[in-house]
Nanobody, 124 residues
Framework: QVQLVESGGGLVQVGGSLRLSCVASGRTFNYYTVAWFRQSPGKEREFVAGITGNGADISYVDSVEGRFTISRDNAKNTVYLQMTRLNPEDTAVYYC?????????????????WGQGTQVTVSS
């Protein structure tokens, strides 16, 4: 069982940056693949980025490639999402999710554990 807690969301202007954190409970966090998803009103939940337990496999959705960076510190049971050059289309609730399979997937139903989400709002 893994519990995930996101933090770091907030209000930022266009072109600004934010760093989201996802802290996990449990002693086997390094075995979990973790992904960030986002959802804005009226839209489906969208995969943003994912990273395997050892960091060997990292994947991004095309719209954030080159602007967002996912990383993890297994000693701190934490996965980060560094977001730069934010634009209004990035406004959403951001969720972290985890699964034990050591492959990143963009299918939300493949992740068993979810956090409660953190709101990111980019103002123009």
């Amino acid at each position: 069982q893994v519990q995930l807690v996101e933090s770091g969301g907030g209000l930022v202007q266009v072109g600004g940056s934010l760093r989201l954190s996802c802290v996990a409970s449990g002693r086997t966090f390094n075995y979990y693949t973790v992904a960030w998803f986002r959802q804005s009103p009226g839209k489906e939940r969208e995969f943003v980025a994912g990273i395997t337990g050892n960091g060997a496999d990292i994947s991004y959705v095309d719209s954030v490639e080159g602007r967002f960076t996912i990383s993890r510190d297994n000693a701190k049971n934490t996965v980060y999402l560094q977001m730069t050059r934010l634009n209004p289309e990035d406004t959403a609730v951001y969720y972290c999710a985890a699964r034990l399979v050591p492959v990143v997937t963009d299918v939300s139903g493949s992740y068993r554990y979810w956090g409660q989400g953190t709101q990111v709002t980019v103002s123009s």
